[in-house]
């Protein structure tokens, strides 16, 4: 079949309403893990406003043009649904259910499937029809107050922490668990409201802990992870690049400031009032030399320090190229799927699909005629 691939999702059929988002990322890492994804576009589109062909959240993807606000737009929809284990939304709470398409109308024609709901606010509570952004989820979930220094506006992690780690793999997390609940012996398809709010406030639960414990300040450049400690952060060389520091553990931490070739000229490393000499100490030596010179000389130690890349810079790494993080596809360099099997391994099958690109191929091979327009 053209749709399937050779991961472990193969033989898994998803429905995707298209979107922007932690939506279409969800839905690619599904894809991406062998399941045959069918992304239904909508005319005029609905995307990141970028050329399709390198909308690389729709690779491993096949394409339908369906306009969900013709008569019939509705009816070809749950045809689909019928064929699916899993559709995925990301419309505001009501929307689906206006189009005719809302989990009453889709469990009705398929009991067993799992009607999976990406949103920021999730779909209930004051805040759940009001329109937002990763950062204002992140902003109320908290995590957004954590990251920065004490003396400066909290920095943005691009969209990566809300979008698709509060948002994204949350959905795939609960997609993967209801799937396996339908397919049990009793089991039944269910809705999954997965709410970036919910996941980013979730990835919180460590600091949670600590801060109960009294082992965290509720407050920004204060903390062993958050940049207040010397031997974790980043620091700028000659070159006016970066490099990053980890040597929490006592050991590292010895071998790091050998390495750095500081040992005998620096306080203790518990010597808390002595921080900010520590810290001076160990910028001032790392403007000396350039990223490049930094890293041969903590190439294979126990340090924990790294170069900072660029996105551009990453696939050429030593360690990344060996393992293959990221592949080349359609002459575009992109990250590989993650994670990685053993027996049922992931790949790059597809190019970007182009909005109904391939609607013929889809009718034939789920056997739903009703979706052709020719």
């Not at 490049?292 to 320090?305: I, K, L, M, P, Q």
């Amino acid at each position: 079949m053209a749709g399937t691939g050779n991961g472990p999702l193969t033989g898994v059929r998803v429905v995707e309403l298209a979107g922007i988002g932690p939506g279409p990322f969800a839905a690619m890492v599904l894809a991406d893990l062998g399941a045959d994804v069918v992304r239904i576009d909508r005319p005029g589109g609905a995307g990141l406003g970028i050329d399709p062909a390198h909308d690389l959240t729709n690779r491993n993807k096949r394409s339908v043009l369906i306009d969900l606000k013709e008569p019939d737009g509705a009816a070809r929809v749950l045809d689909l649904v019928e064929r699916a284990d899993v559709l995925i939304e990301g419309y505001r709470p009501g929307v689906t259910e206006r189009l005719g398409i809302g989990p009453g109308e889709c469990l009705a024609r398929n009991p067993r499937l799992v009607y999976g709901r990406m949103t920021g606010w999730g779909q209930e509570g004051p805040l759940a029809r009001t329109a937002g952004h990763d950062i204002g989820y992140i902003a109320v979930a908290g995590p957004l107050s954590m990251i920065g220094t004490a003396d400066e506006p909290p920095a943005i992690p691009a969209n990566l922490l809300g979008d698709y780690a509060g948002g994204s793999l949350y959905l795939v997390i609960g997609l993967l668990a209801a799937l396996q609940h339908a397919r049990t012996p009793g089991g039944a398809g269910q809705v999954v409201d997965a709410a970036v709010v919910d996941g980013a406030a979730h990835l919180t639960t460590m600091i949670h802990a600590m801060m109960a414990a009294g082992g965290w300040q509720d407050r920004r450049g204060a903390n062993l992870l958050d940049g207040a400690s010397p031997f974790y952060g980043s620091y700028e060389t000659a070159d006016g690049q970066y490099m990053a520091v980890g040597a929490l553990e006592q050991r590292f931490y010895n071998e790091f400031i050998e390495l750095l070739g500081i040992k005998d000229e620096v306080p203790a490393r518990k010597d808390f009032a002595r921080w900010d000499e520590l810290e001076a100490a160990v910028a001032a030596r790392f403007k000396e030399k350039t990223r490049e010179e930094w890293t041969a000389v903590f190439e294979g130690s126990d340090a924990c320090v790294a170069p900072v890349l660029s996105l551009r810079e990453a696939p050429a790494h030593p360690h990344l190229a060996a393992r293959g993080t990221f592949t080349e596809h359609a002459g575009v360099t992109q990250p590989a799927p993650a994670p990685r099997f053993s027996a049922t391994p992931a790949s790059v099958r597809r190019a970007p699909a182009l909005p109904g690109a391939d609607t013929a191929e889809i009718a034939r091979d789920w056997d739903v005629p009703s979706i052709r327009t020719d």
